[in-house]
């Protein structure tokens, strides 16, 4: 178990460094299973993919060995996504996460730790599609 | 229809299962063994398993494109978790208008537990073609 100073200040030389690129195609078998799980009938999903869905081609959190050594799990504590252009079935979409901020807060159970991710992800256009970002919290 | 600030669009209740906590897994491929496997999600301090805070993301997400149709787009989508939920209980997914400024709405969304404690809260900004 390393202290939250520790973890903060190995995280921190993370911040701003873009994680590897990985490029995925968005299969219509994959959107169906997605919003089978979620519960979504809605016809449009048969061509485009619903909103949340660009977490399910490439992960939001980049993963973080050293975040694990703290704590005893992660929680989620928020998303937000940015949507700037639809994504349809058959697009070939590259995702690159990158950590933009980490720190500590003190919570009821002790100190809470703090990693903000954000990924960005563009089509085979080269067109931004959308922007994700995801508070992963280590208590 | 002309939109007004305050109005509540139409609510989405949803009932999870552990079931559907496995095929949201599946499907988004985040296998954290605390939304299937009860011994763990209880070593860890919690109460049992628990909702993906994403899954709750992705039912508000349709709470607002069921709603908005093709009338328009959602622009951005923004969900703060504040508490656990277990599967077996109904998850209400509700809205209300917040802001309108031309084609351009804002929306205050919500997803209430049983008790009707919020515990997911957020934002969406769509843009409504006239």
């Known amino acids: ?139 | 229809m002309k939109l007004q600030v305050g109005q509540e669009i139409p609510e989405l209740v949803k009932h999870p299962t552990t079931r559907q906590l496995v095929q949201y897994a599946g499907a988004q491929g985040d296998f954290y063994e605390i939304h299937y496997d009860q011994p763990y999600a209880k070593s860890v301090g919690l109460p049992g398993v628990i909702l993906h805070g994403l899954l709750k993301a992705a039912f508000l997400g349709q709470l607002v494109t069921d709603w908005l149709g093709d009338r328009g787009t959602l622009k951005t989508f923004e969900v703060s978790y504040r508490g656990v939920d277990m599967p077996g209980n109904p998850y209400r997914c509700r809205g209300r208008v917040t802001r309108v400024d031309g084609g351009d709405v804002e929306l205050e969304v919500w997803g209430e537990d049983e008790s009707g404690k919020r515990t997911t809260v957020g934002t969406a900004t769509v843009y409504m073609r006239s």
């Open chain 1, 1 to 139: 178990m390393i202290t939250t100073a520790e973890a903060i200040e190995r995280l921190k030389t993370r911040i701003g460094v873009d994680g590897p690129e990985v490029t995925a195609p968005v299969e219509a078998g994959h959107v169906r299973r997605f919003v089978e799980a979620i519960g979504d009938p809605n016809p449009r999903w048969t061509k485009e993919a619903p909103p949340t869905f660009l977490v399910a081609l490439a992960p939001v959190s980049l993963h973080l060995a050293d975040a694990e050594e703290y704590g005893q799990g992660w929680l989620n504590g928020g998303n937000r996504f940015e949507h700037f252009a639809p994504v349809m079935i058959g697009d070939q979409v590259t995702s690159k996460g990158r950590v933009v901020d980490v720190y500590d807060k003190a919570g009821s159970s002790g100190n809470m730790l703090f990693i903000i991710f954000e990924t960005d992800y563009t089509n085979q256009r080269g067109e931004l599609v959308a922007r994700v970002r995801g508070t992963a919290i280590r208590r």
